[in-house]
Every structure is written in C-alpha cells, then in structure tokens.
C-alpha cells in the first residue's frame, strides 16, 4: 500500500520512496474533488455534518500526505525527491486556488453562518465558518471569471517561485566550501569547532579542516577565528549567496522582482491597495500603517541603545585590539572579545556545560513541571537515524500529543529551525476516546556530536530549542476538537509567535537552566557565578539586535506596502533605504541579503515578519506574570495552558492574551528584559 495513502497511524517513512508521491496525489486530489462536487450540490444541506466534515475530512488527507512530502523535501532533499515535489506543487497549487474561488462552496458557507443551525455550533465551529468566509473572499471568490483566472494563474506563479528561491537558497548554501590544510589558520577556533571542521574534511576524503555556509560551521568562524581574511572570506561567501555573484542559475535577484509585482497584482484583483494589506486581514495588526508606527516607535526607543552598543564595540576594538576601522565580517568577533573582557566569560565556555543529554531532559522536566505532563521517547518510523520521537501523556495516563525532534544540521537539510505539524487534534467518528492526538516536527540545525562526545549546545541555541518546542506546544497541547481552529491552525499569524517566544524566557532562570547543565568533561553543573555573569551580560547588543530585526521588518513591510515594482527602484535600494532610517550597522554593497530572505520569499512571512517583534511584546508581558507569581508554579502554567495553548485559534489571540493576563498587552516588559528603560541607561 501507498504509504501516503495511510492515514492510520503515524508516518511511514521507512516505507516512502519518491515514486509514491504522484500516485497518491492523484488518488487525494480525485478524492477530494468528489468530495466538493457532492458537498456543493444543492440536496447536500449546507449544515455542519453534511457539508463541512466531509469537505475538512477530504482536504486533511490530502494536507496529512503532502505535509509528509513537503517535510522530507526540506530535512532529506535529495534531486529525485525535489523534482517530484516541485513537479507536483503546481497541482496542489491550483487545486487550492480553485477551492478558494468555488462560488457554490462559498454560497453554503454564507448559508450556513445565516442559518439557525450556526447559532446552535460551538465558539469553535462559529470561528471556522467565519475563517473560511473570509479566505473565500481573500481567495478571489467574488471575482468576475477572467479575474479568477489571472488570481489562479498568479497563485500558481508565485508558488513555484517561492520553491525555487528556497532551492536556490540551499543549493548556493551547499555549493561553497573551503579548505585549510595549515593548522595556523584555524588560531582562535574552539576545539569543538576545529573538531567538526576536521571530520567534514575526512568524509571528503581531504586532508585539513573543512568548513561551509552552514550555521554551525560558518558562525564559530565568524566569532572566534582570528584569521581577518578568513572571516572576511566566508562573510562574502554567505553575503552573497543565491545572488548575481555566484552561478546565475542560482540568482534569486530576478525572483524577488517576479515575486514582489505579482503579489501587489494579486492584491489589486481582490480590490486592496497592495500585497501588505491582504496579509495583515487575518492578522491582529489592522493596517501597514499600524505596524509601521509600531516598527518606528520600537525603533525610537531602541537605536539609542544600538549606537552605544556599536560605540562600545569600535572604541574596544582601537584600545585592545588595535584595529581602528571595522568591517561587517570583524563586528561578531570583537564582539565576543568585549563580552569575555567586560563578563569574563564567552560563550564557548558556558557551551561545555549544556549537553544534549541533559539539556532535552531539562527541556521536559520543565514542561512536565509547568503543565502536568510526562513526556517519553517513543519508537516510530523516521526520516534519518538522529531523529528522535517522543510521547506525552497527561496525569491520567491519557496521550495527549506526540513529537519528532530532528536537531541537527545537515547537507539535505534546509537552514533555521522550525516546527511544523504531521497531524491535528481533532474529534473523530472512532478511536481512543474520538480523540486524534497531535503530532509535531521539531526541526533545528545543530552541530551534531563530534570525537565521541555529546553535543554541546550554545545558550543561544537552547533559546533556539525551547523558541520551536514552544511553538510544538502551541499546536500539541490544544484541547480544541475542530481541525480548523485547533492547535497553531487558525492563529493569527502575528500572534503565533507567542507561546514560542514566551519558552525563551525560562532559559535565563537559574531554577530552569541549572539542572539541565553538566560539564561535558567533568560532569559538573553550571557554577552560579558563570550564570551570574550570563544574566549581567544578557542585553549586551541588545540594541543592535532589536533594530536589526526592526531593519528586516520595515523592509519586509514596505516591500509590500509602499514600494512599487515598476518604479524603476530595486528591492536592494529599498533595502539600503531602510538602513539608512534605522540601522546602525551598514554592510558592504555587495551584500545582498534579500537574496536569502527565505522567511518572506519562500516561507510565510510575508508581510509578517514584523510578527517577531510584535508577539515579543505579547510573550514578555505574558511572561512577568510567571515572574510574578513563581516561574515554576504550576498554577500559573495551569492558566497559561488553559488560556493561550489549550485554545488554539479558537477565539481572537487579544482574547486569549486578555484572559490570561487580566488586561491588554504592554510594552513595558518587553523593554525592561531587553535592558532597555531609563533604569537600565543609567
């Protein structure tokens, strides 16, 4: 049997070859075509059983088999498996956009919400039917024929040029690489680093180090290594990665320009002004000029900050380091130098003390502590052998959720970290309970074990991990039975930052973090000291990353809001533009940073990367309530669970927020834990 065509149980992944992919896209797609012809006809009642189910039973076995497919393509990518996935994204594309624009679906939608029946359906249902009312008309429903036509075309367009700007990302990531056979060269590399660069060299079967654009190999360098021209070699190399610089075939220049114009035509058929607007109409922000306000207030208060944080750094960099001009590749390396001259430590340092085996287990105990929950490894088919599974089950003995846990990096795999869901909790005809339990891929891109050790994590990657096992919460923790709202499904996409930037938190508290550490040498804890010294240097930068993130954002924004493609204007000038409002660090020109933007060109940020900042706030302020009461109390985890997780997008994220926090949301928080308030300037 096709294993994507089992929907049983768990993934099949030992059984999955590529040649299963189009077969059971045929038989998904015929099967839900069926479902829309019977449904949309006029003796089907346009009530929930009758019409909703079986539509939401047919479209979650066609997402539950391509979310697989979509999956492997990113943490297995191989050219067989890309050429099937791309070659089939077209159909699922179009399939979605006809669904979108089906004008019988969306007249028994409107019927239904104006029946006496939806009065009768839970708050979860009533959420569902207004979510698809609104994606019925943002889908291009109520366009006349030849606009439907231009909408879809556009819509298929757009999907295989945000494929290929992801292909183009990694294969420009894999593509570069570089040897140094003289030991001399690798001089302030830390051992770990020194180590991996060894062992990569050895698979190819070279002598010396090998080292790559990839984050665990590429970012020592730029922090540790002492070799200017070696640094300022791989900063080129990634600056200028998928651009003009490098094989054509791989510029992604030309894909930002077909991207940006066919999204703000997209816009105009659906009546909007541009491509911001459409993006923000599920979101909880109400205009671009709202976000754009916000961007600018933060930024205000934050470039003060980031100029004495940029100050600090020349003024070091001259008086210990006798280096009088700076360039973008020498910022992270005299950085850390500051930070172990001002905090005597360095983030190598604390790396020794955060193991794998104890920093996943501390994760758990965490969660296990907060919500009530025991979580254990599982077996289950998986993609690759250092993928781990794990089952968590409630008080009662009940499961409440399941997860994969993919943390390392490797040449198949796409960058960054991300979760993603394999299944949804939803309310079934049979089974345990009725209930179908959740299931999550949590992905990250860390230096696997080297020389027969753990692996060690940074303390920057263990935010990293508990940021995704966050998000893995937000979606396996829900207790709503109705797949469109439940979990992650359905939250507006500038709030679903919230639970995962709110996990962040816990890694700078002592109770959290000092059980999960172990020497990975001598076996011994983190000393209180050293934690003293990473908590007083917790904001150092904290400037400069925030109008970083602020630079990304307003590019981001106005891209698709005030920026106009045929304008004669690139979306490097815009780029350069935004800088000059509010960055403090400027790059070389031939950095071309877009061209890797995968977060708004080929993921879902578009117009939404402002959500970083904007769920900071939320997460922050919902945080000092745990700062409050007790970081590990369990009845404030119990609200929190209850209020925000449990809920999914069942109600309004504002309302979550409010019914957890007892009032609206504030920026205070947000700034004090980033050191930024009068108190903290002076």
């Not at 916000?294 to 980031?306: G, H, Q, S, T």
Request: glycine share 6%; charged share 25%; net charge negative.
């Amino acid at each position: 049997m096709n294993p994507l065509l089992d929907f049983s149980g768990l993934p099949r992944f030992a059984d999955f070859k590529t040649e299963h992919v189009t077969p059971a896209v045929d038989a998904l797609l015929a099967e839900c075509n069926a479902a829309i012809e019977k449904v949309s006809a006029e003796a089907t009642p346009a009530t929930w059983r009758d019409f909703v189910e079986p539509l939401e039973n047919a479209n979650e076995r066609l997402s539950r088999a391509w979310g697989q497919v979509g999956h492997l393509n990113a943490v297995m990518n191989s050219p067989e498996l890309r050429e099937v996935y791309n070659g089939n994204l077209p159909r699922l594309t179009a399939y979605y956009t006809e669904l979108g624009q089906n004008e019988k679906l969306f007249n028994k939608y409107k019927y239904l919400h104006s029946s006496a029946e939806f009065r009768a359906l839970t708050p979860a249902q009533q959420k569902i039917v207004d979510n698809e009312l609104r994606d019925f008309r943002l889908g291009g429903a109520e366009l006349p024929a030849d606009k439907k036509a231009r909408f879809k075309a556009i819509s298929e367009e757009l999907s295989k040029l945000s494929s290929r700007f992801s292909d183009n990302v990694l294969d420009a990531t894999n593509a570069f690489s570089h040897f140094i056979e003289d030991e001399k060269g690798l001089a302030g590399l830390p051992d770990d680093a020194r180590q991996a660069a060894r062992e990569a060299a050895e698979k190819d079967n070279k002598p010396g180090w090998k080292f790559t654009l990839h984050a665990p190999s590429y970012l020592p360098v730029m922090q540790y290594a002492d070799d200017r021209a070696l640094r300022e070699l791989m900063y080129k190399a990634s600056a200028t990665r998928a651009s003009e610089f490098g094989d054509a075939k791989l510029d992604n220049t030309p894909l930002i320009a077909d991207i940006v114009k066919l999204r703000r035509e997209l816009a105009q058929l659906l009546g909007f002004n541009n491509y911001a607007e459409v993006s923000l109409e599920p979101k909880m922000a109400e205009s671009p000029a709202q976000v754009i306000k916000f961007l600018n207030e933060l930024a205000a208060r934050a470039k003060p900050y980031a100029e004495r944080d940029l100050q600090e750094v020349k003024d070091f960099a001259r008086a210990e380091l006798g280096m009088n001009e700076l360039a973008a590749w020498d910022i992270p390396y005299v950085s850390e130098k500051l930070r172990v001259a001002r905090y005597a430590f360095s983030e190598q340092e604390v790396k020794q003390y955060l193991p794998e085996t104890t920093v996943v287990p501390g994760m758990f105990k965490l969660i296990e502590t907060l919500y009530g929950l025991t979580i254990t490894p599982t077996e289950a088919p998986r993609w690759h052998d250092d993928v781990r599974f794990y089952s968590i089950h409630d008080k009662t003995g009940a499961l409440i959720g399941q997860f994969y846990l993919d943390l390392y990096a490797r040449g198949t795999k796409r960058g960054g970290a991300w979760m993603d869901d394999a299944i949804t909790r939803r309310r079934l005809a049979s089974g345990a309970n009725g209930i179908q339990a959740p299931v999550a891929y949590l992905n990250c891109n860390f230096s696997a074990p080297v020389g027969g050790k753990p692996a060690t994590f940074t303390h920057d990657e263990v935010i990293t991990l508990y940021h995704e096992f966050g998000h893995g919460l937000h979606h396996l923790l829900t207790q709503v039975d109705f797949l469109g709202v439940s979990g992650i499904h359905g939250v507006e996409w500038d709030a679903v930052e919230l639970p995962s930037q709110f996990m962040e938190n816990f890694c700078w508290e002592w109770d959290v973090l000092r059980p999960m550490t172990r020497h990975v040498d001598n076996g011994k804890p983190l000393p209180k000291s050293l934690f003293d010294k990473m908590l007083a240097a917790k904001n150092f930068q904290s400037g400069m990353q925030t109008v970083r993130q602020i630079e990304f954002a307003l590019f981001d924004l106005e891209l698709h809001s005030s920026f106009d493609p045929a304008g004669g204007k690139t979306a490097l000038d815009l780029i350069h533009d935004v800088r000059k409002r509010v960055a403090v660090v400027f790059p070389p020109n031939y950095n071309r940073f877009p061209n890797s933007f995968s977060h708004i060109f080929a993921g879902g940020y578009a117009a939404g990367y402002y959500s970083y900042k904007w769920a900071e706030v939320l997460s922050a302020d919902a945080f000092s309530l745990f700062e409050e009461q007790g970081v590990l109390d369990p009845a404030v985890g119990a609200r929190f669970r209850n209020e925000i997780l449990a809920v999914g997008g069942s109600r309004p994220a504002l309302e979550s927020f409010k019914a957890f926090r007892g009032r609206e949301p504030s920026m205070d928080a947000l700034l004090r834990h980033n050191g930024m308030t009068d108190a903290a300037a002076a």
